[in-house]
């Protein structure tokens, strides 16, 4: 007994120490035993018929991805292929070619990493990496939206296709022999294994399925023999979206797709929605670059910009009075003047409000919606059932007529340009369902600089190189998504900047004395003044004799020419400097650039540049207003306009259909 005993121990140990070595040679050994690539120069890559256009592909690492890509004239669908673990796409020449006779289908598939001639080694973060960079060369190849390429996997295609789907939509997607997982599929022949826990490659498909909501076929022999038809089933009622299963009786996990297959894929195809080429949301994004004047252009080194300038349409772009930030960004989202959409200055006191705006600290009243006037364009845009996204755009904090953007970020100042970039990337990466047709981008680094060490100082042309590489950045990265053609982009300023003379201080209390005044706000070359009841006239008059270079008016007297008087929020006195000259603030110190002067000034002037589909190339306009780019955008995303003091008319001539060629 005792011998049997040991017998049956040593054959339990026995049993564990395979079981384990086993599991440990899939953990050391997992690429060789999951991925089967043939490398060039096998397989057959001059195959007879058609020939398929060769593609390269660099990753961002500097490897590359080749593929083949077979284009059809008048295409009904566009599709991604993507193979399986086995051979590489010389494998699949027929049936891409299939796809492309049956379907009317421009049809493009890659060899992943180490497979073919593509440079890597196979891992699924490298195979769903290649995958999301064919779809963006594809899209450009193709003219249309990547998501709206319809992605087709099969075995382990499928994990990469439905990976690349829950990460960021697709038109469709088509499962053939899909599994829930590459553990689930390697449990079921070796049930020993302890896949899911050894494996580094998991393709979890099943956890990643909820994700895609669009239309989904799942095509599946029932006699394959290496994934079961049940983890199809099982995979495909896991799916949310519109989706349809099909059986194929009797067909094997390596056979060819029966034409039963590829009818049903044609009638899938069918039923899909009209977008891309022939339907796409149309895209604007909005940049701002706080503080760039127009003489930015010529001095700095900025080829980003430059170069925009000069694909797209260029101007000098005309702030409203006072020549602030928050005054000129709400006039460029509202197309109004100050007098129309009552912000007035960056702070400022508001009786009809009781109360000062301010948009610092830990409750800035800025965020509450009764200061803001009119009809921003984000808000025109959803009333009117589109998305919108704000990385920092001035206004956009405060729920105006019950909207805000749908995506939004909460101002972080001198906050990295770059990820700013990326975030508007991200959105774009969204479900075409998703996805916002306005993006606003708002950048304060050059402003920044202007103030603190004055417009010609080698701090501005630092950080104006990195709000330029950002724009690089995010222009890159519009074209690895193919949405570089497609996308309208507009870059404005608010204003420029000028110098700040030292001799041209102008200290107000020299002349009047706090204690007659509620309040002074902002300062620089603005500055609002708030008598105490009674001391209005005292004020006004030791003000108005202040022998100072600057231009000093009761609220009444204000020029009509600077569209400034709002009704109950008119200071009951403004000082303006004039240029160079710089009023003190309460807190009493003197920057080294500002902004804020007439707008007339050229050194107030900021920029515009147009790129995109719907702009001229090569061209260069007059000097306009910024209230008139309003009426541009909501042009641009075919929305019914509000009501403004700019119009359409005044620039229309930047638009390609304005007079019907590119301006060259």
Not at 122 to 135: G, N, S, T, V
């Amino acid at each position: 007994m005792k011998n049997l005993r040991q017998l049956v121990i040593a054959g339990v140990l026995l049993v564990l120490a395979v079981i384990l070595l086993t599991n440990l040679l899939l953990w050391m050994r997992e690429a060789d035993f999951i991925f089967k690539p043939k490398t060039y120069p096998q397989g057959n890559w001059h195959p007879v018929g058609p020939q398929p256009q060769e593609v390269w592909i660099a990753a961002p690492d500097g490897r590359k991805i080749n593929g083949w890509y077979l284009p059809h004239q008048h295409p009904k669908a566009i599709i991604l292929y993507l193979h399986g673990n086995a051979g590489n796409i010389t494998d699949r020449y027929q049936e891409i070619l299939k796809l492309h006779d049956t379907l009317d289908a421009s049809v493009m598939i890659i060899d992943y990493p180490g497979y073919g001639k593509s440079q890597g080694v196979p891992e699924e973060k490298a195979l769903i990496q290649a995958a999301e960079l064919a779809r963006a060369v594809l899209a450009q190849k193709a003219s249309v939206s990547p998501q709206d390429i319809i992605l087709l996997g099969r075995s382990l295609g499928t994990g990469v296709a439905v990976a690349l789907a829950a990460h960021s939509g697709a038109k469709g997607v088509i499962l053939i022999s899909p599994f829930l997982s590459l553990a689930d599929a390697v449990h079921d022949h070796y049930p020993i294994l302890a896949a899911r826990l050894v494996m580094h490659n998991q393709f979890d498909s099943m956890g990643k399925i909820p994700a895609y909501e669009g239309p989904l076929l799942v095509i599946h022999g029932v006699a394959d023999e290496v994934i079961p038809i049940s983890q199809g089933q099982a995979l495909w009622s896991a799916a949310r979206g519109p989706k349809q299963f099909v059986a194929l009786g009797g067909v094997r996990h390596f056979d060819p797709l029966p034409d039963q297959a590829y009818q049903k894929i044609k009638q899938f195809i069918a039923r899909l929605p009209i977008e891309a080429s022939q339907k796409i949301k149309p895209i604007v994004i909005l940049i701002s670059i706080d503080g760039f004047r127009k003489a930015y252009l010529q001095q700095l080194k900025v080829p980003q910009l430059t170069q925009l300038a000069q694909d797209g349409v260029s101007a000098e772009l005309l702030p409203v009075f006072p020549s602030v930030t928050f005054v000129n960004h709400y006039s460029i989202a509202t197309g109004l003047y100050p007098e129309h959409h009552g912000i007035l200055l960056n702070e400022f006191y508001a009786p009809d409000l009781k109360q000062y705006f301010t948009h610092q600290g830990h409750a800035p009243t800025a965020n509450d919606p009764a200061w803001w006037k009119g009809e921003p364009i984000w808000v025109s845009a959803e009333k009117q059932g589109l998305l919108t996204a704000s990385a920092f755009w001035p206004g956009t904090q405060a729920r105006i007529a019950g909207f805000k953007p749908n995506y939004f970020q909460v101002y972080a100042e001198d906050s990295d340009p770059q990820i700013r970039a990326q975030q508007i990337l991200h959105w774009l990466d969204l479900p075409s369902t998703k996805r916002p047709s306005l993006l606003m981008l708002y950048f304060e680094n050059v402003d920044n600089a202007g103030h603190e060490f004055g417009p010609d100082a080698d701090v501005v042309q630092e950080q104006a190189k990195r709000v330029d590489d950002a724009l690089g950045s995010l222009i890159a990265g519009l074209k690895k998504r193919g949405l570089y053609q497609q996308v309208n982009i507009i870059i404005v300023s608010d204003h420029g900047m000028s110098s700040v003379d030292p001799t041209k201080v102008i200290d107000l209390l020299k002349y009047i004395k706090a204690q007659d005044l509620q309040a002074m706000t902002d300062h620089g070359a603005v500055m609002a003044i708030y008598p105490k009841p009674g001391k209005m006239a005292a004020v006004y008059q030791a003000l108005k004799n202040a022998p100072e270079p600057m231009q000093v008016y009761r609220g009444a007297e204000i020029p009509a020419q600077y569209h400034y008087r709002f009704p109950g929020r008119t200071p009951p006195i403004l000082c303006v400097a004039e240029e160079h000259a710089f009023i003190l603030g309460s807190n009493r110190h003197i920057e080294k650039g500002i902004h804020g002067y007439d707008p007339r000034l050229e050194d107030m002037h900021g920029i515009f540049i147009a790129h995109g589909p719907a702009f001229k190339k090569g061209y260069s306009r007059p000097p306009f207003q910024n209230i008139n780019i309003y009426a541009l955008i909501a042009y641009l995303l075919h929305l019914r306009p509000a009501h403004t003091d700019g119009s359409l008319t005044t620039i229309e001539d930047v638009l390609i259909d304005s007079t019907g060629t590119d301006g060259r």
